[in-house]
């Protein structure tokens, strides 16, 4: 099992530039999120899915676009970079339910907006 | 809007020595977790905590719940060096364990000989 595989590790963009993260999980998890970590800020929740065909926003979600065609993948669009979105990003998936609900994480992505 | 806030952010200890990390988060939530993050690399699941006065033991760490009071504690029992990363606690940002997450800023632990 590979988990949640993140696609690339790094990028350099330019800004006004647009990009996709994909975000790939195999263990058949119902919802998947993304997430932006920057330094001193934790975590933040960018959009999330609860399913096949269904997003909604998170804490941040200006700038990014999301969908969420099959259960497997959970790409992330950024339309037109900026500065204020280098950071590193991280895909989770979780299973749901009632018992071990904790998200599994990818091993992100450094993106890096000149 | 929900809040989750982690104290304290840094801590410096010395092996041998026992400290808490302290974890208030804003709304009603029956479950909370706590990450292991280690520099450059991705989060790691330590514990999820799934009701009021839940209590969770692995090797040195011991995290707990009240919802009540809506604060969770992580408990680290004679540090040794190995414990030093980053430990974030998270909620869930609706209340139901569809993994969208509300994270604390993190606890930057730092172990010392």
């Known amino acids: 099992n590979a988990g949640v595989t993140q696609t690339p590790k790094f990028q350099v963009l330019k800004t006004g530039q647009s990009m996709t993260l994909q975000c790939a999980q195999d263990m058949n998890h119902e919802y998947m999120s993304w997430y932006r970590q920057d330094p001193g800020m934790g975590l933040r929740l960018i959009h999330y899915?609860?399913?096949?065909?269904?997003?909604d926003q998170g804490e941040v979600p200006n700038g990014y676009n999301v969908s969420r065609s099959t259960t497997e993948d959970f790409p992330l669009r950024l339309l037109s970079a900026a500065p204020s979105q280098t950071s590193v990003y991280f895909c989770?998936?979780?299973?749901?339910?009632?018992?071990?609900?904790?998200?599994?994480f990818g091993q992100g992505t450094r993106l890096t907006v000149v | 809007e929900l809040k989750v806030e982690q104290n304290p952010l840094f801590l410096s200890m010395q092996e041998g020595k026992n400290y808490t990390i302290y974890c208030n988060y804003s709304t009603t939530s029956d479950r909370l977790y706590w990450y292991r993050q280690d520099p450059g690399k991705s989060l790691e699941s330590l514990f999820v905590?799934?009701?009021?006065?839940a209590v969770k033991q692995e090797g040195r760490l011991m995290a707990s719940l009240d919802t009540k009071a809506r604060l969770s504690t992580l408990h680290i029992t004679a540090a040794v060096h190995d414990l030093s990363a980053t430990y974030f606690c998270a909620v869930d940002h609706y209340g139901g364990s569809q993994g969208n997450l509300i994270f604390g800023k993190g606890t930057k632990l730092s172990v010392k000989p």
């Open positions: 899915s609860v399913g096949a065909g269904i997003t």
């Open positions: 905590l799934l009701s009021n006065g």
């Open positions: 989770a998936s979780t299973r749901g339910g009632q018992m071990n609900t904790e998200a599994f």
